[in-house]
């Protein structure tokens, strides 16, 4: 017993109890037959089929020492699906780093897969604590599941070659997003998201959502993401990697985003921008409370000792800033052109911090370009 919840303790096949002798699969299924709850002590544990948890609680030691491994011939197998009311903490997720071959495509080579076509993840979730490596997305949510009310805090995801969060089901509703840190570091690869919001979600909350050191398509992706109330996000290190994309792209989206960070990082691209606003089936507005902007082109130490052929491409390390034509071409708000409906952006502060004196014309002002109304709140809290 754990704090009165009975458990079933795992325990590994093979004689070193690391999982490298032997699969241990048949462990957690013989758990799972139980109908009880399973703590998953500490060492590696290899499965040769996704462990499906429904209605109970799986725990490990910690995200870094209690670890399951997938080892699958098919691709679209998760590691784990869980659904009903279940609580998932403390467990660390990875495939072999052999069968991450960077480029997986959506619901391919999955840590951890919310629901099926028969259940999804109910109000009263947890999933906590847990860690991902070398996968192709960390957390998916497929467009024939659901999920509702649940409580996702403290996942941290490194490694990834597609998404780092990717939820498609339609109509989900009052979630959380607690304490993500995504943060990709191969910066050879080319992801598509750190973080998506896609089929609809109505009144989600994402506090402290951190997308690092790796080259995407998009930083967060919303789409059909209605009432959002974003309390911070953190960009560093990170390189949009196509052009006409943008960190944050917003589609038929609307709420509040309390705190945006924008920092060290590298503009290689043409078109590209912060918040990038595309359809709208109505009156969309983003509220933003400060936009805090360091380093636009001053990539951080990660990113240039990764790919110095980048910093090659752009003539070198001096043209750092918005020297290039890649860089001048930023802006910090921008609208697909073929976009329709209104899109607007209402902020309170902005605040810049740049290493070169030719930069103030740039930064005294938030560069726009597309059909988007910006507007700002006065002292007394109005729009002006």
Known sequence: HLNGV????????????DGSAQMDYPAFEA???TGKSIYVPAGKFVVSKPIVIEDRIIRGVGSAVSSIEGAFDTLTDPIMIIKGCTTATDIYFRYKPTDIKADEKQGERVGLCIGDEKRGLEAGSVIRNLFFDMVGTAIYCPANSSCNGVLFDTIEVQHYSYRGVDMQ???????????FYVNDQSYFKCGNAGFALEGSEYSPVLNQINIEHGALLYGIILKNVKGFNIGATHFEGLAISQDDMGVIYAENSSGTIADLTYILNFVRCYNSSIIRMGESKGDDVIRVGNINVRGVNQPHDTLIAAREDWMEELGGLQNRGLKTPQAKSFVIFERDKSASGNYDIVYENYAFYTYHDDEYDFFKSLPTRGNVEVRKFNERGAEQ
């Open 6 to 17: 009975p458990f079933l303790v795992i325990r590994a096949i093979s004689d070193k109890a």
């Open 31 to 33: 758990a799972i037959a």
């Open 169 to 179: 089901c339609e109509n989900r509703i009052n979630n959380t997003y607690s304490n």
